[in-house]
Nanobody, 122 residues
Framework: VQLVESGGGLVQTGGSLSLSCAASVRTFSNYAMGWFRQAPGKEREFVAAISGSGVSTRYADSVKGRSTISRDNAKNTVYLQMNSLKPEDTAVYYC????????????????WGQGTQVTVSS
């Protein structure tokens, strides 16, 4: 399984970004998908997750109300729309695939993407 993130970049405070993660896997819908982020000197933290069917979603409190996770199983792609971005959202964002579990904790992730940098300027 390969995961490739895209869509990161530099944005001003209050701006928006849309991240994508394309998966090369035969049965994408079998995997719960999660977005995590890691800032310099900090541990990787959970951002959002979505079930294989797309029906169930979960968010970290830090992004709840500002972010939306979605997926298109026909395109083997998961998305993260982030609005009202803050400097503290600056991090490398990773998508992860979990065959078992809800993809809300890093130890449940079976496959990781390479990450995409998001920088929010103040």
């Amino acid at each position: 399984v390969q995961l490739v993130e895209s869509g990161g970049g530099l944005v001003q405070t209050g701006g928006s970004l849309s991240l994508s993660c394309a998966a090369s896997v035969r049965t994408f819908s079998n995997y719960a998908m999660g977005w995590f982020r890691q800032a310099p000197g900090k541990e990787r933290e959970f951002v959002a997750a979505i079930s294989g069917s797309g029906v169930s979603t979960r968010y970290a409190d830090s992004v709840k109300g500002r972010s939306t996770i979605s997926r298109d199983n026909a395109k083997n792609t998961v998305y993260l729309q982030m609005n009202s971005l803050k400097p503290e959202d600056t991090a490398v964002y990773y998508c992860g695939a979990a065959l078992l579990g809800t993809a809300t904790i890093a130890t449940s992730i079976d496959y990781w993407g390479q990450g995409t940098q998001v920088t929010v300027s103040s």
